[in-house]
């Protein structure tokens, strides 16, 4: 089967195994890069289509949406100078590494990133880049032009390091930018590649890293300049009980109450890990309509605490999944990070509280919700053709009876195929146009070269 991707060419995705959405056991007609109808089971498409895909071994679900991600920390995975260290330390220790990255790492990185979350089902890649040392100023387009060469939808947040420990804040000098700079090129990428349309295959948003390494005046700003250009913001917010610290002590409040300060709560912000918040602040956050990205891997990876997820939906923020950086998860693996929020949140609930449901809609549609798009996220007529498509074949799924609830009771971790906007992204559970051996073995060169030097 050749993508689909010629206009007004009807492709009919055919009599699923299984699939996530409301009376399509017959399937879905994709038609451009659009769901244009959903078959019910036993019946066919109302139009005549041009190719039929049989996915009677396949389970269907919408494209995973990764809402928080640093893909440039693929090249230290593992790293010995980090292992077993909480966020501060282990932050401490990284950034006499990530100094050194060059632009040629950068650019494998990312690469090494986008595809994995290709691979793991996910069809729209957002990333927090908040590297900016010499040789890596424009590291948002590469991040761009890479994401557009395997076709991945990004969301990509121009992040930003401002308040160094010069200052009182924990990154190195050699790391930040003052905010002039930061500013600028914040306006100089949202005017070359933000598309606020429907259909987006990039959009931009901006995202001063953590309370502890941007300034006030910063944070201001760059919410005034969002608001400008009608994009997202993105931060760092109640990950550890030493922000909570940091915060009282830097700025005399809690982290929200920070927020607040500086004109973040709104409908346009998500936040990043959201662990640390009493119930006075959930209700306030939900009440502005402040998303919430839970990255449950990393938050045990660094043993940061537990996302209030339940708590946070009640109250009426969005609720999204995120992988966080590949040097605290290990892996940039979402359908991974299903399983994960599932068991985490049956861990903090109860077993009949969070279901496999629950966690596959946090990928999806809550993710979605976070990014302020209505185009993604689900499988209904008029929403883009992101799906990712799994099967059931290996050992570990033998004697599954419910195949959604397989899908993350059992484990799954690779998409047998992938369909973003309606193009086929990875067939045969590899990826279109990219030799992956040689991407891990350049990757992996670098990556040792990196380490040598630190």
Known sequence: MRDAEAPGRRVWIRDPLAILAQGAGGGLVVEGSRIVEIVGAGARPASPVDETFDASRHVVVPGLINTHHHAFQTLTRAHPLAINKPLFPWLKALYTVWGRITPEA??????????????????????????FPEGLEDSVDVQVEEARSLGIRAAVTRGSMSLSDREGGLPPKTLTQDDDTILSDCERVLNLFHDPAPGAMVQIGLAPCSPFAV??????????????????????????????????????????DYLERVGWMTDRVWLA???????????????????????????????????????????????????????????????????????LSRLTYGAEAVTHLDALRWATQGS????????????????????ALFTLDELRFSGAHDPLAALVLCGATRADRVMVAGRWRVIDGEPLGVDTGRLREDHSRLAKALFGAG
Do not use: Q
Request: aromatic share 4%; glycine share 12%; with cysteine.
């Open 273 to 343: 890990h959201g662990i640390h918040f009493n119930d006075a602040e959930v209700a306030r956050l939900g009440k502005a309509g402040v998303g919430v990205c839970h990255c449950p891997t990393s938050n045990m990876t660094l043993a940061s605490g537990r996302c209030r997820t339940c708590e946070l939906e009640a109250a009426g923020s969005p609720v999204g999944l995120g992988v966080d950086g590949s040097a605290s998860n290990d892996s940039s693996n979402l359908m991974e990070g299903v399983r994960h929020a599932l068991m």
């Open 106 to 131: 950068f650019r494998l990185a990312t690469r090494v990133a986008y595809t994995e979350l290709l691979l793991s089902g996910c069809t729209t890649a957002g990333d927090h880049h908040y590297l």
């Open 368 to 387: 979605a919700a976070c990014l302020g798009r209505s185009d993604i996220g689900r499988i209904a007529p008029g929403l883009e053709a992101d799906l």
């Open 215 to 256: 300034t006030e005046r910063l944070m201001r700003e760059s919410a005034e300049l969002a608001a400008r250009h009608g994009c997202r913001l993105h931060t760092h917010l109640g990950e550890t009980l030493d922000e909570d610290g940091y915060c009282l002590s830097m700025f005399g409040c809690r982290p929200v």
